[in-house]
């Protein structure tokens, strides 16, 4: 039962982040990495909003029974994102670069479609 409560879990996962970067491609945001990983984190989207570069945390959920997608991007997760993606500019030699990190948070709907909800500067 456990894993196939993961199994599913892992699906809507993927389901979102295949929403979101479909959202970022639609908002002419320019994808230059996805799911970057290293150590024990991820970052889930790494884009171009014209000229700064956005690291992405995408969150779904299938209800809001246990709060709202973006309340689980707790400040130990901002943390844990913000190290990541200074990790992704050391290793790409970014200096001096605009930066920013944005939320994605996708509930979905009874009709089968997601609610979106973008928050830039989330953190």
Request: charged share 35%; hydrophobic share 40%.
């Amino acid at each position: 039962m456990f894993r196939l409560k993961r199994q599913k879990a892992y699906e809507l996962g993927k389901t979102g982040e295949e929403r979101a970067l479909a959202y970022f491609k639609k908002a002419k945001y320019k994808i230059i990495k996805k799911s970057f990983r290293l150590h024990r984190g991820e970052i889930d989207i790494i884009a171009y909003d014209r000229k700064t570069l956005v690291f992405v945390e995408v969150k779904t959920r299938r209800k809001e029974t246990f709060g709202l997608p973006e309340e689980a991007v707790t400040p130990a997760k901002q943390q844990k994102i913000r190290r990541l993606a200074e990790a992704f500019l050391a290793l790409n030699g970014f200096r001096d670069i605009e930066c920013r990190f944005d939320v994605l948070s996708l509930t979905e709907q009874e009709d089968g479609n997601y609610l979106i909800c973008h928050i830039k500067n989330a953190f």
